[in-house]
């Protein structure tokens, strides 16, 4: 009897429990599941990372610092709705890297079209105080490629409004700024045939691949496509009037002799108390798969200098949304 009493008590084996704790689990637990062969060779680690840019493709200029703005809540992994919890739109698997392809812009090689959602600003509705704009950028299936963010200071936004030159910052999902768009100050009567709107694309930052260029029209917003060389190579025409109730607005895509339609950008029609109250636009960009990856960061600016030549007003400003 001592001699089991003992055995009771003294500590399990394998285990930092005392004297009298029965064993948390069964002897025959640690023996494994028939066939288990026992722990696995240790994980190889993860892959080389991205070896630089390809052949022939320029690098940034020397103290580019390749981060965001700062505060942008960085996401390090592509994160799904959680039961239970907030919606969260999740990010786009990163494809493989096409050859002479800008790193960031390898988002853009397997699509061909590009859904822009405005983010609502409550100050600016409330107060019609002018702040920051910022879009989520998404592909057909609703998973975001990119989060941009506008970078003007507040004088300039309150004072030029609409007009305003603005530099646009895009993000990949790991925060890394992968494009930026430069808006210089420009004329924007359409009486005056010199000193138009334009706006240049670089992809990384500082490294130009395009620019998107109005042309001067008496009845038609104009612009030309170039890349970065300053050779045309496509067209963009849009409505005489620039302004629709329950309908897209559409800005056709065209080859260079304006024969055919090769895509838009369509300005999306969002609800009345939105459009009447918000300047938040929705739009969606259709262009051919095929499309250079660059061009296709090119139509991205052409959408957001459409967006503020034409639809970046909201009540009681004025609207610039009218006959062109």
Request: proline share 12%; charged share 15%; net charge negative.
């Given at each position: 009897m001592d001699k089991q009493n003992a055995q009771m008590n003294a500590p399990h084996p394998g285990t930092n429990l005392p004297a009298g704790y029965p064993p948390p689990y069964p002897p025959a637990a640690f023996q494994g599941h028939p066939g288990y062969l026992g722990p696995q060779a240790?994980?190889?680690?993860?892959?080389?990372?991205?070896?630089?840019?390809?052949?022939?493709?320029?690098?940034?200029?020397?103290?580019?610092?390749?981060?965001?703005?700062?505060?942008?809540?960085?996401?390090?992994?592509?994160?799904?709705?959680?039961?239970?919890?907030?919606?969260?739109?999740?990010w786009m698997p990163a494809p493989p890297v096409p050859?002479?392809?800008?790193?960031?812009?390898?988002?853009?090689?397997?699509?061909?079209?590009?859904?822009i959602h405005q983010q609502i600003e409550i100050l600016e509705v409330i107060t019609s105080f002018e702040t920051n704009n910022k879009y989520e950028i998404k592909n057909s299936l609703g998973q975001r490629i990119?989060?941009?963010?506008?970078?003007?200071?507040?004088?300039?936004?309150?004072?030029?409004?609409?007009?305003?030159p603005?530099?646009?910052?895009?993000?990949?999902?790991?925060?890394?700024?992968?494009?930026?768009?430069?808006?210089?100050?420009?004329?924007?009567?359409?009486?005056?045939?010199?000193?138009?709107?334009?706006?240049?694309?670089?992809?990384?930052?500082?490294?130009?691949?395009?620019?998107?260029?109005?042309?001067?029209?008496?009845?038609?917003?104009k612009f030309t496509v170039q890349n970065e060389r300053r050779e045309d190579v496509l067209k963009i025409t849009g409505p005489c009037l620039v302004?629709?109730?329950?309908?897209?607005?559409?800005?056709?895509?065209?080859?260079?002799?304006?024969?055919?339609?090769?895509?838009?950008?369509?300005?999306?029609?969002?609800g009345l108390v939105r459009e009447a109250f918000t300047d938040a636009d929705n739009f969606g960009i259709q262009f051919p798969l095929d499309l250079d990856v660059k061009m296709k960061a090119v139509m991205l600016g052409a959408c957001f200098l459409?967006?503020?030549m034409f639809f970046e007003s909201s009540g009681n400003r004025e609207q610039r949304a009218s006959v062109w």
């Amino acid at each position: 009897m001592d001699k089991q009493n003992a055995q009771m008590n003294a500590p399990h084996p394998g285990t930092n429990l005392p004297a009298g704790y029965p064993p948390p689990y069964p002897p025959a637990a640690f023996q494994g599941h028939p066939g288990y062969l026992g722990p696995q060779a240790a994980y190889p680690g993860t892959q080389a990372g991205y070896s630089g840019p390809q052949p022939g493709y320029s690098v940034p200029p020397p103290g580019y610092s390749g981060a965001g703005p700062v505060g942008f809540p960085v996401q390090h992994q592509p994160v799904y709705n959680q039961p239970g919890g907030p919606a969260v739109v999740p990010w786009m698997p990163a494809p493989p890297v096409p050859p002479n392809c800008p790193p960031g812009l390898e988002y853009l090689s397997q699509i061909d079209q590009i859904l822009i959602h405005q983010q609502i600003e409550i100050l600016e509705v409330i107060t019609s105080f002018e702040t920051n704009n910022k879009y989520e950028i998404k592909n057909s299936l609703g998973q975001r490629i990119y989060f941009a963010t506008e970078d003007t200071d507040c004088c300039t936004r309150n004072c030029l409004g609409a007009s305003r030159p603005f530099t646009l910052r895009i993000l990949d999902n790991m925060g890394q700024e992968v494009i930026t768009l430069e808006r210089p100050l420009r004329c924007v009567s359409c009486c005056c045939p010199c000193c138009l709107q334009e706006i240049e694309i670089q992809a990384p930052p500082g490294v130009p691949v395009g620019y998107v260029i109005q042309n001067w029209h008496p009845c038609l917003p104009k612009f030309t496509v170039q890349n970065e060389r300053r050779e045309d190579v496509l067209k963009i025409t849009g409505p005489c009037l620039v302004c629709s109730c329950c309908a897209d607005i559409d800005f056709e895509i065209k080859s260079l002799d304006e024969e055919n339609v090769v895509g838009k950008i369509s300005k999306q029609w969002t609800g009345l108390v939105r459009e009447a109250f918000t300047d938040a636009d929705n739009f969606g960009i259709q262009f051919p798969l095929d499309l250079d990856v660059k061009m296709k960061a090119v139509m991205l600016g052409a959408c957001f200098l459409i967006d503020f030549m034409f639809f970046e007003s909201s009540g009681n400003r004025e609207q610039r949304a009218s006959v062109w």
